[in-house]
């Protein structure tokens, strides 16, 4: 490699200045009419050439092999039939023909598993710009062609791109695709997922081409069956029955001779949410703690409340005619026949029994709690006396029975053993829990007045108040619940009587308990996903003891995880699975269903190997697409500009393009003429000048 370089001995303007003064002398002596015009312009041109210092740059050059990228796919997708052994043909031959390859060196690149799915290209543009551009010598990536980063391909490259597909012509595979699926809805309303059931790839001419059997099941419940029709989008209605997560599966009958399977079903889960909680609050008489009931559901700002309080009942004679009176009437038949199953919630505050509800009303209150109603009882004296709810209908389903004795008298509160366990009371704030800083004190105000009474056996005492006397019993009713607390005398807490109480906390734990909020279960297992694949797993429980907890993995394994306490009636594992999917848990009788991730990875969304998004590339590059199911192709070198792929038998030929790359690895400089050369140059121009004008002289 041979250059001009300059090392001027003064400014460029100064040399410029003397040419254009070499030149001025030249024009005018032509004008003059001097023979030797030429011979002096020369001269001072060749004065500004020797200051300018012109000398020969020599390098001495080395050259450079080329680089050849091969890119081995060795994703999820890769491990289906026979792809796996074509990789390897594929990836053997190549390394050893691009190894034996003079002055060519050989980039491998082993492309995993993300969980984005197959990155390929980003591995193909971050390899490419990992090497100097003029060096790249090609690319080759051996792949089933389904790439999930098709915008990160790059615009071009300087050597050709050849994609050897793997898989094989006549596979086919049968697949579910979620198109819309909500992430909430209302408990008990109607949700619509989108889906569609489609075949892809060379599907055999004896597959039914008519509909497929989709099976739906809620919550790992039993499955229904639903006949589909095939490569139609459909609408699926999906009812969420409870509140949170509701998983929904679907999936397809798998078929034999497809690719996969784990393409045949997706778990959606979709949280459900009340759009109004309705609360029915009666209060039998006005009281101190009547406000307390409403404030509290008042502030929620999802609950409806209709509150009536029992001013005037049938045995108060005050000789007012209703017609003067402004109270408005107790709509007994509409509240307790027409519209009970509208409530989520029925409370009666210190309610008496005063003729105002028929038997008929109180028999389908108890229907209403059996069917999966609620109903909470806050209760004062009138339970020990003649007018009890004990004493009606409804006394069938409360989950005590007075005995008549109402105790007057200051006594704390105290969490019962269930009490520490039972979700509802646990952790009350100032509970005086096991190992709290109280050490099994609570740190509560007293109350003052409760009644006696006898709890149910299979009924759940939370607190006790004088003498060790259930203070809050809670019970379920076939699929309902019903909640009785003994006392009237919660607002001493919300007054701040002798420091309070979580007030309240404990009265929206007790209603929303009634209204089956799931965090408040106290047979559950909850699962709080972390973080991608790890899981939480916590057992909330009565009893004293808890697991193992066995799983049940997508491919129908199982795995037993042991669950350590955390507290009374709570057991926690921390878990990670192995890859997304649906997981089922089971505890005993306790059920559940995790979806982790897609039910299918991205890597089994689409199965059939297709290069159509790497097309593109490949075109702009000259390189070609080749099916290893016809063999591995030949590895030719091929000039610039010419093709660099071609068919043939035997998976036919591809073509690297040598690059021809080179480095300097010195450099020598060397004046174009000595100081002395140029000297003799300048001078003998000015002689030849003056010679010939002197010529011209004697001629004259």
Do not use: C
């Not at 197959?118 to 971050?126: G, K, Q, V, Y």
């Not at 551009?133 to 790439?147: F, N, Q």
């Not at 599907?203 to 229904?224: F, K, T």
């Amino acid at each position: 490699m041979t250059a001009i370089r300059f090392d001027p001995a003064l400014p460029w303007w100064a040399i410029g200045v003397l040419a254009a003064l070499a030149l001025l002398v030249g024009g005018f002596a032509l004008w003059r009419g001097l023979r030797g015009w030429a011979w002096r312009g020369l001269a001072g041109l060749a004065a500004a050439l020797a200051l300018a210092g012109p000398a020969l740059e020599i390098g001495t050059r080395a050259g450079l092999s080329d680089i050849v990228i091969l890119i081995d796919d060795r994703s999820s997708s890769q491990d289906l039939p026979e792809r796996g052994a074509q990789s390897d043909a594929a990836v053997e031959r190549l390394s050893a023909q691009l190894t034996a390859l003079p002055d060519t060196e050989l980039r491998r690149v082993t492309l995993g598993d993300d969980p984005d799915g197959t990155l390929l290209a980003t591995a193909i543009s971050r390899a490419a710009a990992a090497e100097p551009e003029a060096r790249l010598a090609g690319v080759i990536a051996v792949t089933d062609g389904r790439l999930h980063d098709p915008a990160m391909l790059p615009a071009d490259l300087p050597a050709p791109v050849h994609v050897l597909l793997t898989g094989r012509p006549q596979d086919w595979d049968r697949r579910l695709v979620i198109e819309e699926a909500p992430a909430f809805g209302l408990i008990d309303q109607e949700v619509t997922i989108r889906l569609r059931v489609e075949d892809q790839g060379a599907l055999p001419g004896e597959l039914p081409r008519g509909s497929v059997n989709l099976r739906l099941s809620v919550d790992g419940e039993e499955a229904q069956s639903v006949a589909v029709p095939l490569n139609t989008s459909l609408d699926l209605p999906v009812i969420p029955s409870h509140a949170g997560q509701n998983v929904v599966q679907i999936a397809v009958d798998p078929v034999p001779g497809e690719l996969t399977d784990r393409n045949n079903a997706a778990a959606i889960s979709i949280n459900g949410v009340r759009d109004r909680l309705r609360v029915l609050l009666v209060s039998g008489e006005p009281h101190a703690g009547e406000r307390t009931w409403r404030n509290l559901l008042k502030s929620d700002a999802a609950v409806d409340l209709i509150h009536f309080t029992i001013l005037r009942p049938p045995d108060k004679s005050d000789g007012v005619p209703v017609s003067e009176l402004s109270l408005i009437a107790f709509p007994t038949r509409e509240l307790f026949l027409e519209r009970i199953d509208d409530f989520d919630l029925i409370i009666f505050d210190r309610y008496s029994v005063q003729g105002i509800l028929p038997a008929e009303y109180y028999l389908n209150i108890v229907r209403y709690v059996r069917e999966g109603g609620a109903v909470l009882v806050s209760a004062g004296p009138e339970m020990a006396s003649v007018e009890s709810l004990n004493l009606s209908p409804l006394g069938q389903i409360l989950p005590a029975r007075p005995t008549g004795r109402v105790i007057t008298q200051p006594f704390m509160p105290r969490l019962t053993e269930d009490g520490q366990r039972h979700p509802v009371t646990a952790a009350l704030p100032g509970g005086g829990q096991e190992g709290s800083p109280q050490d099994g004190a609570p740190d509560w105000g007293r109350w003052l007045r409760m009644t006696e009474v006898t709890p149910d056996p299979q009924a759940q005492v939370a607190l006790t108040g004088a003498e060790d006397l259930p203070l809050l019993i809670l019970d379920r009713v076939e699929e309902g619940r019903v909640a009785l607390l003994t006392s009237d005398q919660v607002w001493l807490w919300g007054r701040g009587f002798e420091g309070g109480g979580p007030q309240l906390e404990l009265l929206r734990r007790i209603a929303h308990w009634s209204m089956k909020e799931p965090e408040l279960e106290e047979e559950t297992l909850i699962s709080d996903i972390r973080d991608g694949l790890s899981v939480r797993f916590t057992r909330r429980t009565m009893g004293d003891s808890a697991g193992p907890l066995v799983v049940t993995r997508p491919d129908g394994s199982t795995e037993e995880v042991a669950l350590t306490p955390d507290g009374p009636g709570r057991f926690i594992a921390d878990w990670t699975a192995p890859e997304p999917g649906l997981y089922r848990l089971q505890d005993g009788n306790l059920r559940r269903v995790l979806a982790l991730g897609p039910s299918a990875p991205r890597e089994f969304e689409q199965t059939v190997a297709d290069a159509a998004l790497l097309a593109p590339l490949v075109e702009a590059t000259g390189g070609g697409i080749h099916r290893l199911s016809d063999g591995v192709p030949d590895l030719r070198q091929t000039r610039a500009g010419r093709a660099a792929s071609g068919t043939g038998l035997g998976g036919g030929w591809i073509g690297i393009t040598p690059r021809d790359a080179a480095t300097v690895t010195g450099l020598e400089r060397r004046p174009v003429l000595p100081g002395w050369a140029w000297l003799a140059l300048v001078a003998g121009l000015i002689l030849t000048g003056w010679l010939a004008e002197g010529r011209r002289g004697r001629a004259v």
